[in-house]
């Protein structure tokens, strides 16, 4: 099987064998920067342009580094502080870059939805970088890629995701990436941070974090945004680290291997500690150097795709 | 007749001759965008510097990409944030770029004549991306170039510009280049937007946009920028389409082959509709394609200028 | 003696031997930026992260412009702007930099140790790009270079430092460097701008301009930060400028060699005259061209330090 798709929107949408190729391609990426040059010509000549209309250093950081080590040109587009301030529909910005000629947009947008609706009025290829609470697919698939380094496989272990499960595209990407692969997933919060009927995306749902770690190979701690919701409609930090935070008691009383992965920036002592933080359970960093490969491939593979 | 100038302050102060040199050349770059690998080592080892004191994703985003294809280095200076934040004076800000032996400053400023002034005082290239309300040549450069595409020529063609002339660079720089080839140009607006004696630049004038259409092979229609002045200082936004706006309707009772030009971002059913913008007879997508050819001529040029 | 560090925090921790190898390396890239063609292969394939927590628009853009001249990838983060609104630390910024597989930081930050914390934190290299009220190497290394490049020697030079040496990383560093290299360093400011106990870095203390001048081969004249500080905390502008102002007036009474050095960007008129900042003693432009040959310098030998 050969990668066809000219946009990454989800994992939802894409086949069993399509995250395979797209992991496998990332593998061979990887070795690339371990270098003593880290740099490919792959997409040389090709111009690659992030536009993001939330603030996310992170994410359009490792997209860049992904970019320039394939050797395209990439262009960086703050939306939040430019022209979309006068009102030019999200279309309209789309079809703009793409009569510049450009070969692919990179969107992180605060809208479900965003990037599956440039992708049908666009020919150019267009990856998902975060929309709203829908799907953060390079996200997942840096975190599936990093357990299945260390685990040597993904069908048949169990992962659980706690945080706030309801406004988190990272859990939903996951939740469809790791059942597609075989795995068994648990989402793990307090009720009113778990979407209605999320066990028809097939994962079962607990509010104990014990419970769920103690039949887990991984958990995966969402972050918690209070800096986007107030921290009033929350329940209280500190009651929040006491039932679900990660600490290092909760890590010793079950499964010794079990792998903690986080998608950064991680809150020391709100939804982790910082000892589990740093310790040698820790993939934390694995996942920040793995994007890099899985966004390589990624961005290759969209790009390749459009010239068939 | 070979390019000299080292500096593009403005359409007024080019020869026929010289506006001739810059779409001849940009044609020839339009070339190398359709090719695979879009870029040619033109200007390697050249840092061009976009210095930006009004936010211009548009704009600053066009030259970057004109520049990279011309495989130069790019500095953006989103002036609005910087050290200028300082006080440092314009000229200060331009003799520090000329120190970094920088090759070209791109300058997109609010003041009329800074480009000018900042010619004047350096030895390096000085590229006019829109000064206040005087000039932005690229622009119309971009425009001309778009309709002689469409046309085949320019000498005997009637264009009408309508909507805020009076505070209108892309006006004004239309103005120039369309007269200085053999064009003949029609201005239409509320007469609040018109400026005085603005039939010296050798246009007519008129506010009915009926009349004005009836007489042009093409049309180019300004945004209404809203954002920048009051609204209740102009006519009322349902006001100015029902009396200015560029809908289907009046496309049809006119010259069917008229071309419709946006200088954009433009805004939907303000001053165009959107099956207008949309439709046929709109070139505003192929606008955007060319300015990548028409400032990767400009940039050729200007920097050759400089090494003879 | 060949460089062996893998970060340049300060010029305090420097030996004179490790001053020496930077500005002989400094003065072989000032060559390269003579070329036609501005750029060496030196670091194809290394990423170097601007990490800036102020804004700094000069040292940004000529960290950028040296790391790019020498064919590096460059990554901006406005971290003001970025995720570090999301409460991050500067450590796990730093590491998760580390984890892109970065090659090297820059770091700009308002806390003095900044970049100390972070160099014993990371095997990555690290470049104090300013760091509270501490140091500022690269720019009292530029200060240096052009002194050197002007008098043909540091040893047994007398150089004055006016303005606000309390608040002041540039002076801390150029008096750390000078010293070292065996020039004699005067400070000059009101009682109130002078730290306590700075005779033990080994300069001479004077609130006397005029009589410093008249023993100095060299002055580097400091910005009055006003928007920094609260004027009204200050000794009035006008008075500063009368006292303590370089004019055209002090210099001629005094020797008519004296180097005119500012770190930029000048105040005109504040703490320098334009007179003399535009005259034939300043070398204030200089400075700002020497700077990228030091930074390229600084970049390359930190780089290749990592690799031993």
Redesign the interface.
């Known amino acids: 099987m050969k990668w066809q798709k000219k946009d990454l929107l989800g994992l939802r949408d894409l086949k069993k064998e399509e995250i395979k190729i797209l992991l496998e391609t990332a593998a061979s990426f990887k070795e690339v920067?371990t270098?003593?040059?880290?740099?490919v010509p792959a997409l040389?000549?090709?111009?690659i342009?992030n536009l993001f209309y939330e603030?996310?250093?992170?994410t359009r950081?490792?997209f860049?580094?992904a970019a320039?080590?394939l050797s395209a040109?990439v262009?960086n587009?703050a939306?939040e502080?430019?022209?979309?301030?006068?009102?030019?529909?999200l279309n309209?910005?789309g079809?703009?870059i793409?009569?510049?000629?450009?070969d692919l947009i990179v969107v992180r947008h605060n809208a479900a939805g965003a990037a599956a609706m440039l992708s049908r009025h666009l020919n150019i290829g267009v990856v998902n970088a975060g929309d709203g609470w829908h799907e953060h697919p390079t996200q997942a698939l840096l975190d599936i890629f990093t357990l299945a380094e260390k685990k040597g496989k993904i069908e048949g272990l169990t992962v659980t995701i706690v945080g706030d499960i309801a406004h988190s595209r990272v859990a939903r990407s996951n939740i469809w990436g790791l059942t597609k692969l075989g795995a068994k997933v648990i989402v793990c919060a307090p009720s009113m941070l778990i979407p209605n009927k999320i066990e028809k995306m097939g994962v079962s749902v607990t509010s104990n974090i014990d419970k769920a770690l103690s039949k887990s190979d991984a958990v995966n701690v969402l972050r918690m945004q209070f800096?986007r919701d107030q921290i009033s409609a929350f329940p209280k930090r500190l009651n929040y680290f006491k039932n679900y935070g990660i600490n290092q008691e909760r890590i010793e009383k079950t499964n010794k291997d079990i792998v903690i992965m986080h998608p950064?920036?991680?809150?020391?002592g709100i939804e982790i500690s910082s000892e589990v933080a740093d310790g040698l359970n820790s993939v934390i960093?694995?996942q920040?150097?793995n994007?890099?490969a899985v966004r390589m491939a990624v961005l290759y593979l969209i790009s390749g795709a459009r010239?068939k």
Not at 44 to 47: A, P
């Open positions: 920067t270098r003593q040059i880290k740099k040389r000549g090709k111009t342009v603030p996310s250093t992170r950081v490792s860049e580094v320039k080590r040109d262009i587009i939306a502080y430019s022209s979309v301030r006068k009102n030019e529909t309209d910005t079809r703009n793409e009569a510049l000629k450009a800096e950064g920036p991680i809150n020391r960093l694995d920040v150097t994007g890099i010239e």
